[in-house]
């Protein structure tokens, strides 16, 4: 549906007899002013309507990217008006701005928008700010805060302020004493060196961080700390093989968590018990047994012997799928319970990891933790953390439910247990240089909200004199200052004076056709804005008004005389005038002074006769009409020309159309051999190689072809030789025009013996060449055909894919090429697909990609963007290689600055930059792309050069370290960033 738009009403012309009594009711008639209905004011414009949560369990709640529920459509929103609808009703007051002012809430929307909000103090435990996409640190950041345990080993543990460790400790801090509701963990983030906007596996982070962790707990002097987290977190896995001779191989391997897979509906135990189920080693898959020195069949399992005090599970959630070869979701449900007997232990459900989302490339972590201060069950997601049994009843599905024993969930990520006979842990206060700067930023947290608060007093009494000016609204001002009016937040933009150009007219007043592009504004409101600024108190045009009631008039009076003219023109009609006039008149069109039968319209010829009008024509380009309808019209524009329907056809004319037809039909006599002939010539034909062809120049061609159009003489044959009685151009580069024998013994016996060019071709292109041409006879002169190669205004320029022969290449389908058949007999070329290969290629094969019609004054980097087009972004000219004759060319320089020659191609090559690596030190992927595979580097996908895995080498002593350490652990120089970086 169109944007509504004011309707002119002109239906009051009738009512007045002259312009002078058109009042001002009459021009907002006109300007479409008069009888506009309000739209109702929609608050949901100011701010986002809240979600609303309804009492229904069961229902699914949609979820964005995130996991987070989305806001349900507003049940206040106005019926019909939207942004686009009512761009151009001057009584729609929504989206401008104008909501804000008479908003319930205006005042407070006002001062938290320029004052900002006060911060108030926390009621309920911290979240954690998400930097992008780090909900996965939140989820665990979160799940190892409320283990006591671990928080005091985190905190006795904190040396030094440069290490993650300190970090670490300081979120806990935060989350332990900050007055604030939202912890930010930025400084922790970068110490990793984390990339905050791109998703990353939360159990791959988990491990390695604890990883990171165990390192900086071995460094400490305190003994019981260097194994704080092999005593917290790890495990023990016996991998066992028995041979059939009886002899049992044993091994050990510890493990920080332990890895599930299962089935839809499993049971956590039923996991457990598939993770110990013996694998028989029987076929070709027989054990190689030290004992017996003989291949034998054996038994193999895994059993955990040792489970450390708090378990983590995690679930293989994300499983790969050999059908799209990619990585995805599983939505299998499992079962787990809050209670399980590990070993000779019973153990305690404590927390859970959520994956919300169907892709396993993204979605929302959240994660639901038992706090033992409290003594409940929390809900941490991102900056929001609930106590669970005072959420909401609908909300997006979670792993963990109140009531019951057993859970059941299918976006559950990982469990996390804790052996119930451990006694309650007290919890530590930070080490001092952590709480010194936890109170610091409480102290900040007091200064803001006193600033705040104190901006907020002044403000309101501004925003009481701003919001009064703006309260009325039905003087005529432009919609775009109006805007600017509203959103003014400072007196400064309120003395802007208003823009009237957008509805004024040339006369200088409202020009009653851009009235879709105004607002109409009360006189009270208009006379306090003029107190601001110099805004025009202007009025609807009246010369416009006034011109628009004279068409309108005519118009009127227009439609009475067609209506009589209408009424008597009947019957089969006496006089003939042109349709194309009488079109103009009806629809109140200029005629240009011209009268129905004026010789513009073709109807008299040019000896003042009646025109001859072929008869498939009469109808389109005239019109009969009665002697009373004749009247009429001479009545209106005057005497004119008369031509009577039975008015003979100017002799004159006649005579000369009956010559021009037997000139015609004796030109096509002419032709008739000429295009038999001409049909027999085929540039493009694939020849047959070791026969007599015979070429013809193409000029010749060009002007045969125009005589056979009827736009020329007949031309001569002429051979095309140059003045040394050779070829001026070189038919093994351009292909010519050819005819077979047969074709040549007609042309002769029409326009005469000739010496033939006799052109042979070959089963392959010769090397440096272009065509399957093999000889030609007479040959090429090379002086003369270097200069006409080079005589040219607008060329095109073929443009010729290189491809690497021994490297792996990417590949494309550019625009089919013009021609690509050889000879009979020969293989097929390459047709249709174009491959790229890298720059240090050695030996290249070539195929025809693209041409691009130019000049000599054509730069190479437009062709480079209109390969970049043709190819659809996906080849930047940066990417772009381009060489002629072996020399690659620069983007500024010219196809007449380099010698191009007609018959020369450009050659394309996709400039792939290799990095200065080892190929076994970076990860290569095979991808196949458009029929082609292409090898690419991964980019450090998962946590590659993050803190977690990287090693940074000393410049000075060349030692390893780890990648968080701030300085060398050997000679102790410290590290900058673009070091690390």
């Known amino acids: 549906m169109p944007p509504k738009k004011p309707a002119q009403d002109w239906s009051w012309i009738n009512t007045i007899s002259s312009p002078d009594q058109i009042t001002s009711e009459h021009r907002r008639r006109a300007a479409g002013l008069e009888g506009l209905i309000p739209c109702p004011f929609n608050f949901d414009l100011v701010k986002p309507a809240p979600i609303e949560l309804e009492e229904e369990d069961d229902e699914v709640v949609e979820t964005d990217s995130k996991g987070k529920p989305k806001a349900k459509p507003s049940k206040n929103k106005v019926q019909g008006c939207t942004k ?25 929307h006002y001062l938290e928008d320029d004052a900002g909000i006060v911060p108030v103090d926390r009621d309920r435990p911290a979240g954690l700010r998400n930097l992008g996409a780090t909900c996965y640190a939140n989820a665990f950041l979160q799940l190892w805060y409320h283990n006591v345990a671990f928080r005091n080993g985190v905190y006795d543990c904190v040396t030094t302020e440069s290490t993650p460790l300190y970090h670490l400790a300081m979120v806990f801090g935060m989350l332990q004493h900050s007055n604030r509701q939202v912890v930010d963990p930025m400084g922790l983030i970068e110490a990793l060196r984390l990339e905050k906007g791109n998703q990353q596996d939360a159990a791959e982070f988990s491990k390695l961080f604890l990883s990171v962790l165990a390192s900086e707990f071995a460094k400490h002097p305190n003994q019981k700390l260097q194994s704080f987290l092999k005593d917290q977190f790890e495990g023990v896995m016996e991998y066992s093989t028995a041979c059939q001779c009886g002899h049992v191989s044993r091994n050990n391997s510890t493990f920080l968590e332990l890895e599930l897979s299962f089935r839809n509906n499993s049971t956590l135990e039923e996991c457990l018990e598939d993770l110990q189920t013996p694998e028989k080693l029987e076929g070709d898959n027989l054990y190689n047994c030290p004992a017996c020195l003989r291949r034998r069949g054996a038994i193999r399992r895994q059993v955990p012997v040792k489970y450390p005090p708090v378990l983590h599970i995690a679930l293989m959630r994300f499983v790969f799928d050999f059908k799209t070869l990619d990585r995805k979701k599983s939505s299998a449900s499992i079962k787990y319970p809050r209670f399980i007997a590990l070993g000779n232990d019973e153990y305690e459900l404590r927390a859970v990891i959520t994956h919300e989302g169907k892709s396993a490339h993204h979605g929302h972590f959240i994660c639901e933790v038992w706090d033992e201060a409290e003594q409940a069950w929390l809900l941490c997601n991102d900056e929001e953390v609930k106590n669970l049994s005072e959420r909401p009843a609908k909300r997006p599905k979670l792993s963990l439910k109140l009531d019951g024993d057993t859970h059941s969930s299918k976006d559950a990520y990982m469990l996390v247990y804790r052996r119930k006979d451990q006694n309650q842990v007290v919890p530590k206060q930070p080490p001092s240089t952590v709480w010194d700067k936890v109170m610091a930023h409480n102290v900040t947290l007091r200064e803001e909200q006193n600033e705040i608060g104190v901006k907020q007093a002044q403000m309101e009494d501004e925003f009481d004199h701003l919001n009064g000016l703006k309260k009325h609204t039905d003087h005529i001002v432009p919609r775009d200052s109006l805007i600017k009016w509203l959103e003014a937040r400072h007196f400064a933009i309120l003395h802007e004076p208003f823009d009237m150009s957008p509805i004024t007219c040339s006369h200088g007043g409202i020009d009653p056709m851009k009235t879709d592009k105004c607002r109409l504004i ?66 109140a069109e200029p005629t240009s002074g011209q009268s129905p039968t004026d010789i513009e319209y073709g109807l008299i010829c040019e000896h003042g006769g009646r025109a001859v009008i072929p008869k498939n024509q009469l109808k389109s380009r005239t019109c009969l009409i009665s002697a009373e309808a004749l009247a009429i019209l001479k009545s209106i524009v005057g005497d004119f020309p008369l031509i009577e329907v039975n008015q003979e056809e100017c002799e004159e004319c006649l005579s000369l159309g009956e010559a021009n037809s037997e000139i015609r039909k004796q030109r096509s006599e002419e032709t008739k051999l000429d295009r038999q002939i001409r049909r027999l010539v085929n540039k493009d034909k694939s020849p047959a190689y070791g026969l007599d062809y015979y070429a013809l120049s193409t000029d010749f061609v060009r002007n045969w072809d125009r005589f056979l159009q009827g736009k020329g003489e007949k031309p001569e044959l002429d051979m095309g030789l140059c003045e040394h009685g050779l070829l001026d151009y070189d038919p093994q580069m351009e292909k010519p025009d050819i005819m077979d024998g047969n074709g040549w013994k007609m042309l002769k016996s029409s326009y005469g013996e000739r010496e033939p060019i006799v052109i042979q071709f070959g089963p392959q292109i010769q090397h440096g060449k272009k065509t399957y041409v093999s000889s030609s006879r007479p040959g090429v002169c090379l002086e003369c055909s270097a200069i006409r190669r080079a005589d040219f205004d607008i060329i095109t320029i073929p443009i010729i894919s290189v491809i690497a022969s021994s490297s792996p290449s990417k590949s494309v389908t550019p625009a089919p090429p013009e021609s690509s058949s050889g000879p009979r007999g020969n293989g097929k070329r390459t047709n249709g697909i174009t491959t790229y290969g890298q720059r240090s290629m050695r030996s290249k094969s070539k195929t025809s990609s693209w041409t691009y019609e130019g000049t000599k004054n054509t730069i190479i980097k437009e062709i480079k963007v209109h390969i970049m087009n043709k190819m659809l972004g996906k080849l930047t000219p940066i990417q772009q290689k381009i060489t002629y004759n072996g020399r690659e060319l620069g983007s500024e320089e010219t196809i007449g600055s380099i010698g191009f020659l007609r018959g020369d191609e450009l050659e394309l090559e996709e400039v792939v930059e290799s990095d200065e690596i080892e190929e076994d030190e970076v990860m290569l992927v095979d991808e196949v792309e458009g029929g082609g595979t292409k090898r690419r580097r991964r980019n450090n996908e998962g946590f590659g050069g993050t803190a977690l895995l990287a090693r940074i080498a000393c410049p000075d002593c060349t030692f390893e370290n780890d990648g968080a350490a701030p300085s060398c652990e050997m000679c102790m120089r410290p590290f900058k960033v673009d070091e690390i970086l």
């Open 84 to 108: 686009q609808k009512c761009l151009r009703n001057p009584v729609c007051y929504n989206h401008l701005g104008a909501e804000q002012v008479v908003h319930p809430d205006a005042l407070k």
């Open 522 to 587: 009360s006189e009270k409101a208009f006379d306090q804005i003029q107190l601001l600024n110099e805004v025009s108190a202007l009025q609807i045009c009246s010369v416009c008004v006034e011109e628009r009631y004279s068409q309108e008039k005519a118009g009127s009076s227009r439609k009475e005389q067609v209506s009589t003219f209408d009424e008597v023109n009947e019957g089969d009609g006496e006089y003939v005038i042109s349709k194309i006039w009488l079109d103009k008149w009806r629809a």
